[in-house]
Each structure stands twice: as structure tokens, then as C-alpha cells.
């Protein structure tokens, strides 16, 4: 795994983040460094997705990137059918999936498509995975797509999302900050690399706090919403759609 020093050297600018060449390149070495309980949240959200997932529907995953999630959830699923859609803007991080797949011998269960996720035409799904990519998404567009999953999930079918938050009183954001900036130095991040790869994110990554989350969910006809993992400022929540009433 290469292992991420993008922003280890004192650059002129910082420029706007993206998930372009480089990134893709050592991706999987920043984000377990990056977010805490990444192993374990795409572990859970596998097994998760394999007790949820109804034959002759679609797992769909928004944002998918490298395919940590797909590649997991194929392990779990072993020899059982699986009909998966996994989109994400990035060409660099889906060649490194589709090579992934074409290594795996179920590999030709998961169809990769490059798209903006808020343009994509989604088929009926069981299992609808948004991982830390709402968060990149222009705040006007967010609520339009948490309502177009809501229509896509079959009934008893569930959305698995995970968001960089924020809390609402400034207090316990900067608590939150203080142990995040804390965690990523435990990782071997210098303060140069970590106070750059902030400036990168400004406004690219928005975060937002629980209850706005919890509102939109609610909003786009989610009643049963639960947060199943949180850790300072990353939070995991299962959005479930409720059965159709007899
Ligand atoms: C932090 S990564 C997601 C990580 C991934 N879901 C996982 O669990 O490993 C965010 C991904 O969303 C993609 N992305 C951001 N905005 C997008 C958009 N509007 N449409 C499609 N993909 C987008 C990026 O290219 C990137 O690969």
C-alpha cells in the first residue's frame, strides 16, 4: 500500500481537494489513517448489506471509490448471487476497483459506473451504501438525493451512511476537533500535513451536524433512523424504509 505523504512538504498553495490521480494512488493508506473505525464501519456496513440484500433488487453504492466496501461485501456474500452498482465520479479510483474486480472471482457481480451520483438513474435497491461522500456534495443537492434513495429502497430496504460531522454547539466541535487532530497525529500525520490537508477540505468537504442529518432522513419519509457507531466527530447511521402498510 503506498502510503500517503501528499501534503508532508510545505506547498506554495493549497490547492482545492480532489480524488484525482495521486489520491487514488494511496487512498486506502489515507483513509485508515484518516477515519477512525474506517475497518470496522465498511466491515458492519458488509455484513449489514449481506442480512438486508433481497435477491432481484440492487446493493447500490454512492461514492464508492477503490471498492473497499464492494470487495468486503463479495467476501461475505461467498457463494451467494449478488447484483451490485458501485458509481463514483473519480476515473482513477474506479480503475483501481475494476481492477480489484477483475481479480476476484465473483468480481463480474459488481457493475462499476463513473457518474455524478446526483445524476444517476438508481433501479430498485435493498441496500443503498452512502459513505463519507455526502459530505462532498454542494448543500442544495443533498436533500433532492437522500429523497431519491428513499424512493429507490424497496420496503424494509436500508440506507447505510456515514458522515464527518459537526457538533452544533462549539464547545464539543472543538472537543471533537482537538481528539480528531489528536487521532491522525497517533497516525503518523505531521501538523504541516495535518493543517494542510484541512486547508484542502475547506469548503470541498461541508460537514453537517446529527440533526440536520437526522432531519433530512426523516424528511425524505426515513422514520426509523438509528446511529449504530459514533466516534468524536464521525457518525454511522442506519435509515431504514418502512414496510408497506397492509
Ligand atoms: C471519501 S470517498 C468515499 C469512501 C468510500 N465510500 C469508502 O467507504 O471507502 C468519497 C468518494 O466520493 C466520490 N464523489 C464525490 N462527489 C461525488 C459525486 N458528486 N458523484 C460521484 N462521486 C463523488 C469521490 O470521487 C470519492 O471517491
Redo the contacts with the bound molecule.
Sequence with gaps: MSQDKIYSKKLPSVPPFE?NENVAGVFNDM?HRSVPL?RE??KRQAQLAARFYKEGTAVI??????G??GMRLLNEMGKHPLHMVA????AP?LQIYQERLDNHPSGDQIELVQ????ELAMEPASVV?L???LQ??PMAERDTLVARIHEALIPGGILLI?EKVVHEMESLSALQQEFYYRFKGENGYSNLEISQKRDALENVLVPETVQSHTARFNAAGFTQVDIWQKWFNFTSFICMKDEEKK
Design positions: 480524488f483513509i474506517y464501519t465498511v453504492d454512492l461514492g464508492c471509490s477503490n473497499n466496501f458509481v463514483d465520479n473519480s479510483m457518474a455524478h451520483i446526483q451504501v459513505n463519507l461522500t462532498f456534495l456515514t
